[in-house]
């Protein structure tokens, strides 16, 4: 913000343009409380969707548990900002309110008052001013909360209502478009995806080329990975990469420059050859393939094929994305807590071979090829989003400074 507050606006404490509310009370509410009916309680998930408050997926509390606490029953207009846990300082706008609706604790209610526009002081509250202040609020804390009698004291720039009114006027238009933006560059990404998937699904079931159901444990060694003692920081070091979960990319391309593996490291683990197609067989992300073009060891939540002489792991990697292969993994794995696919029974699912060998690499450099355009899209829409993000925030920036035109 400037040093000087522009002629016409005042600078004045948050708490004496809006009531803050945050839910009091309700000890011992728990997720075993949740009605399949009734008020709707929210969350900061609700908080995802735009510059509006989203009621999509929001629980429910019995209309005893909702009387308990008035004064955060939501009201069109009342604005919700997170004040604890990983969405700290994420906001929105209530819209219309349809049905009975409050907040779980996480979230902080700000209803503003007459002196304020509702959607000037939520971009406002929004904007790199605020945020820094909430970011210097929580520096050093080991666990981040933003304090309502903190939040209480910001300090607000107020500019006469007209000037409220021609703010809110301009930036909604600046944002629709993009919003508008963004879309596009969401639209043309999806576009690469669906023409790879049909791209695979076509070379992987091409009618002139002779198929075999060949088992996983058939052409080649089938792995778990391991994890070295890491205590033992003689384990640790640059021989090779020890790939986890985390290290898979969107491509099928792995992170290698992560902590690795020393010789003495590597010695007591499981490395695999370069030319292995991986596949996370654990947890939430299980499904998730990859394909090293270098020698690496793993750790145990990944199962990996070694190929035989004449049969291609990148090849191998693709069959893993089909929509087939994916729905074996996760029908091995079975709909627990946790799933998980053990190395006997990844081992036993089935790819789809061509008859002759080396269709294998026709049918790698025609999807690598498509794959190539994907990944170009996927690289724009990450360019463009961060401009436009970019945009928004010197937007929000020169709204607050008095300085839009």
């Known amino acids: 913000m400037k040093d000087s507050v522009k002629a016409g606006w005042i600078e004045i404490p948050l ?13 011992g509410l728990t997720a075993k409380e949740y009605t399949k009916s009734g008020p709707r309680f929210l969350s900061v998930h609700s908080l995802n969707y735009g510059d509006y408050v989203d009621f999509r997926d929001a629980f429910h509390i019995s209309q005893e548990r909702y009387d308990e606490s008035p004064e955060i029953m939501l009201q069109q207009d009342d604005i919700l900002i997170c004040k604890d846990g990983a969405g700290i300082g994420k906001l929105g706008v209530v819209p219309e309110v349809l049905e009975p609706t409050t907040i779980n604790s996480s979230l902080l209610l700000i ?12 971009f406002c509250l929004l904007s790199p001013y605020f ?7 929580l520096e050093g804390a080991t666990t981040p909360h933003l304090y309502q009698r903190d939040i209480t004291t910001f300090p607000v720039f107020l ?12 930036l909604d238009e600046a944002f629709e478009g993009l919003a508008r933006a963004r879309a596009h560059a969401e639209a043309n990404l999806q576009n ?29 060694d089938v792995v778990t990975g391991s994890t070295p003692k890491t205590s033992d ?18 491509d099928g391309s792995l992170v290698y420059d992560n902590q690795g593996l020393s010789e003495q490291g590597a010695a007591v683990s499981r490395v695999l050859p370069g030319g292995s197609a991986l596949m996370v067989c654990i947890g939430a992300t299980i499904g998730k393939a990859g394909y090293s073009d270098r020698p690496i060891a793993t750790n145990q939540q990944i199962n990996a094929v070694a190929p035989k002489d004449g049969i291609s792991g990148e090849y191998l990697y693709y069959q893993m994305l089909t929509p087939e292969f994916q ?19 990844w081992s036993k699912l089935k790819v789809r071979m061509p008859s002759d060998l080396t269709k294998q690499a026709e049918i790698v450099e025609k999807l690598s090829s498509i794959r190539a355009k994907v990944d170009a899209a996927s ?17 929000l920036q020169k709204a607050f400074a008095g300085e839009l035109t």
């Open 15 to 27: 708490g004496e343009i809006a009531e803050l509310r945050s839910r009091i009370g309700w000890k």
């Open 111 to 122: 209803r503003p008052g007459p002196k304020v526009l509702p959607k000037y002081l939520y």
């Open 131 to 137: 945020q820094e202040i909430v970011q210097s609020r």
């Open 159 to 170: 500019p006469p209502h007209e000037e409220q009114q021609r703010i809110v006027a301009v």
């Open 192 to 220: 690469a995806r669906e023409l790879f998937g049909s791209a695979l699904q076509a070379a992987l079931h091409d009618e002139t080329i002779s198929w075999n159901e060949t088992l996983l444990a058939d052409l080649g």
């Open 233 to 250: 920081k003689g384990n640790l070091g640059d021989h090779i990469p020890f790939i986890k979960p985390g290290d898979f990319l969107p």
């Open 327 to 345: 729905a074996d993994v996760m029908r091995q794995a079975g709909q627990a807590t946790l799933p998980i696919i053990n190395k006997g029974k």
């Open 379 to 395: 690289a724009q829409y990450k360019a463009q989003t961060l401009d436009l993000d970019d945009l928004r925030q010197s937007l």
